[in-house]
């Protein structure tokens, strides 16, 4: 392939990815706004069978709306990601530590911000698109997640970053092996 097709086509490329991420980040939800008083979380993302560079932070913080969840990773292979807080506080066994997605109402899987409660584990996220430089961020508030009270409640359980997207197929998703995963810890 000549370099002019080559830079076209990595252009069209560039172009769909930029598309679908505003598309993607159309439906996040709402983003609510912290007070400065709040309890906070945070969780460090690394690749849990230590093969790879992959970081990521996620920092959560309590709302009116419910839990503002902010993530950006790096290092990452781009694409969309499944993107699920799981079960267990712990990132031991590759990630497997972590055990099944969060879900305390033992429903099936689908994407919280839309399905709610109801029709949706308490850990879909969904997923998180990561560009061609290997970077990607989200944003979203999730309505009656908790950090300490109830049985919505997330702390010490642990963010998984999945190696595939989430398709939103039965049992979980079908987002393949757990390539990022961080516990979350309360910061006040």
């Given at each position: 392939?000549?370099?002019?097709?080559?830079?076209?086509?990595?252009?069209?490329?560039?172009v769909l990815l930029s598309l679908l991420a505003f598309l993607y980040i159309g439906v996040q939800g709402a983003i609510a706004t912290p007070n400065p008083d709040t309890r906070t979380a945070q969780a460090t993302l690394s690749d849990p069978s230590g093969k790879s560079n992959l970081n990521g932070q996620v920092s959560i913080f309590e709302t009116a709306?419910?839990?503002?969840?902010?993530?950006?990773?790096?290092?990452?292979p781009a694409g969309l990601h499944g993107f699920h807080i799981h079960e267990?506080?712990?990132?031991?066994?590759?990630?497997?530590?972590a055990g099944g997605h969060f879900n305390p109402d033992q429903v099936k899987h689908?994407?919280?911000?839309?399905?709610g409660f109801a029709n949706?584990?308490?850990?879909?996220?969904?997923?998180?698109?990561?560009?061609?430089?290997?970077?990607?961020?989200?944003?979203?508030t999730i309505?009656?997640?908790?950090?300490?009270?109830?049985?919505?409640?997330?702390?010490?359980?642990?963010?998984i970053l999945h190696a595939q997207k989430d398709d939103f197929g039965q049992p979980t998703g079908n987002a393949g092996g757990r390539i990022g995963c961080g516990v979350i810890a309360l910061s006040k």
């Open positions: 392939m000549n370099p002019t097709r080559r830079f076209v086509r990595g252009l069209i490329v560039a709306k419910g839990l503002l969840l902010k993530a950006a990773v790096s290092d990452t267990k506080g712990s990132c031991k066994d590759g990630g497997n530590g689908g994407k919280l911000i839309i399905d949706a584990h308490a850990g879909d996220l969904g997923n998180i698109l990561i560009g061609l430089d290997g970077t990607g961020s989200m944003a979203q309505p009656g997640l908790r950090l300490t009270e109830g049985k919505y409640a997330i702390a010490n359980r642990a963010i």
